[in-house]
């Protein structure tokens, strides 16, 4: 058998981009398993959550949400600190780029080690990556939860820190009245979790049920399908969870009993094959998430930083 291509370096194939309308001036772009993104219009500016990996991808989402509003982007919110919502922040000179103290703390730590790492495991999504003109900084940025009032009757945006999970620092942005939920890459719907710089006991924990708690009737999720209605918001954030404590199970077994990380990514591979092994970068995502898994099994607390050399080596022995 031939050995896998590296992470999503093989998968070129263009994905198709909808635009839906959620709620009055609610818009949310899904690109069949590609990052997400959002935009909430105030009474007269916007609200964007997302920015994409390059400006000249995200000037096609700008394009797109053009023909709805041509309100000014006050907000550019920021759910995590990855290089492909990230590095796309200059195409919407927004007024203010907002993101939580710990995204901003993890540029400065990583940013640059992870746009290298991500541009490497998945380029179709860097379109003209000499477009980026560098990493991107947070104007404002919060600990745990700030409001925007969004004037009119359309009540006001919560963006809120409820607990380390994907990564120690991402938000979600709430809108109450309408109750739309985006949810960044804390919840995936219909697409595989990449957990390599994630917190797997918090996320799998408090975290989802802080996100299942909103109450959301739409839920945004960082990859994959819309979910509506509380059956799917609820069974999304379920499916989330179920990924992740399989992995716990799997990885923790195989740490327990004195095995090797290659045995724990076979077994975890093994497990969640049949239900996820379809979904969009379920392959890609395996190796990092299991080798996280098994450092904080071994007691590491903070992610070590992937770099494009450490993706290659992890790579090769698990997925070589
Ligand atoms: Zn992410």
Same mark, same amino acid.
């Given at each position: 058998?031939?050995?896998?291509?590296?992470?999503?370096?093989?998968?070129?194939?263009?994905?198709?981009?909808?635009?839906?309308?959620?709620?009055?001036?609610?818009?949310?772009?899904?690109?069949?398993?590609?990052?997400?993104?959002? #935009?909430?219009?105030?009474?007269?500016?916007?609200?964007?959550?997302?920015?994409?990996?390059?400006?000249?991808?995200?000037?096609?989402?700008?394009?797109?949400?053009?023909?709805?509003?041509?309100?000014?982007?006050?907000?550019?919110?920021?759910?995590?600190?990855?290089?492909?919502?990230?590095?796309?922040?200059?195409?919407?000179?927004?007024?203010?780029?907002?993101?939580?103290?710990?995204?901003?703390?993890?540029?400065?730590?990583?940013?640059?080690?992870?746009?290298?790492?991500?541009?490497?495991?998945?380029?179709?999504?860097?379109?003209? !990556?000499?477009?980026? !003109?560098?990493?991107?900084?947070?104007?404002?940025?919060?600990?745990?939860?700030?409001?925007?009032?969004?004037?009119?009757?359309?009540?006001?945006?919560?963006?809120?820190?409820?607990?380390?999970?994907?990564?120690?620092?991402?938000?979600?942005?709430?809108?109450?009245?309408?109750?739309?939920?985006? #949810?960044?890459?804390?919840?995936?719907?219909?697409?595989?979790?990449?957990?390599?710089?994630?917190?797997?006991?918090?996320?799998?924990?408090?975290?989802?049920?802080?996100?299942?708690?909103?109450?959301?009737?739409?839920?945004?999720?960082?990859?994959?399908?819309?979910?509506?209605?509380?059956?799917?918001?609820?069974?999304?954030?379920?499916?989330?969870?179920?990924?992740?404590?399989?992995?716990?199970?799997?990885?923790?077994?195989?740490?327990?009993?004195?095995?090797?990380?290659?045995?724990?990514?076979?077994?975890?591979?093994?497990?969640? #094959? !049949?239900?996820?092994?379809?979904?969009?970068?379920?392959?890609?995502?395996? !190796?990092?998430?299991?080798?996280?898994?098994?450092?904080?099994?071994?007691?590491?607390?903070?992610?070590?930083?992937?770099?494009?050399?450490?993706?290659?080596?992890?790579?090769?022995?698990?997925?070589?």
């Amino acid at each position: 058998m031939a050995a896998k291509p590296f992470a999503s370096s093989a998968d070129l194939g263009v994905k198709e981009q909808t635009l839906e309308v959620l709620a009055d001036g609610v818009y949310a772009l899904t690109a069949a398993g590609d990052p997400n993104l959002g #935009a909430i219009e105030g009474e007269d500016f916007l609200v964007c959550f997302e920015a994409l990996a390059t400006p000249v991808a995200a000037r096609r989402w700008l394009t797109r949400l053009r023909e709805h509003t041509d309100k000014p982007v006050r907000y550019l919110v920021l759910s995590h600190y990855h290089a492909v919502r990230v590095l796309g922040a200059s195409a919407f000179d927004a007024e203010v780029i907002v993101s939580s103290e710990q995204t901003k703390r993890l540029i400065e730590e990583r940013g640059q080690q992870d746009w290298e790492s991500e541009y490497g495991r998945m380029p179709r999504l860097f379109e003209e !990556p000499e477009s980026i !003109p560098g990493l991107t900084w947070p104007t404002m940025t919060f600990r745990d939860r700030l409001t925007i009032e969004l004037g009119g009757d359309r009540g006001e945006l919560v963006l809120e820190f409820l607990g380390r999970g994907h990564t120690e620092g991402d938000i979600v942005a709430w809108l109450p009245k309408q109750e739309v939920l985006f #949810a960044g890459d804390l919840v995936e719907s219909q697409a595989a979790l990449y957990t390599g710089d994630a917190f797997h006991f918090d996320w799998a924990a408090g975290t989802l049920d802080r996100v299942k708690a909103l109450g959301a009737q739409q839920l945004v999720g960082g990859r994959g399908k819309i979910a509506r209605g509380r059956d799917e918001v609820d069974a999304a954030v379920e499916q989330t969870r179920d990924f992740l404590l399989t992995m716990q199970r799997t990885v923790g077994d195989v740490h327990r009993a004195g095995g090797t990380l290659k045995q724990a990514f076979d077994a975890t591979h093994a497990a969640l #094959a !049949p239900q996820y092994g379809a979904w969009p970068i379920f392959e890609h995502c395996l !190796p990092f998430d299991v080798s996280r898994l098994w450092d904080e099994f071994s007691g590491t607390e903070r992610p070590d930083i992937w770099t494009a050399e450490r993706d290659r080596a992890v790579w090769d022995q698990l997925q070589g």
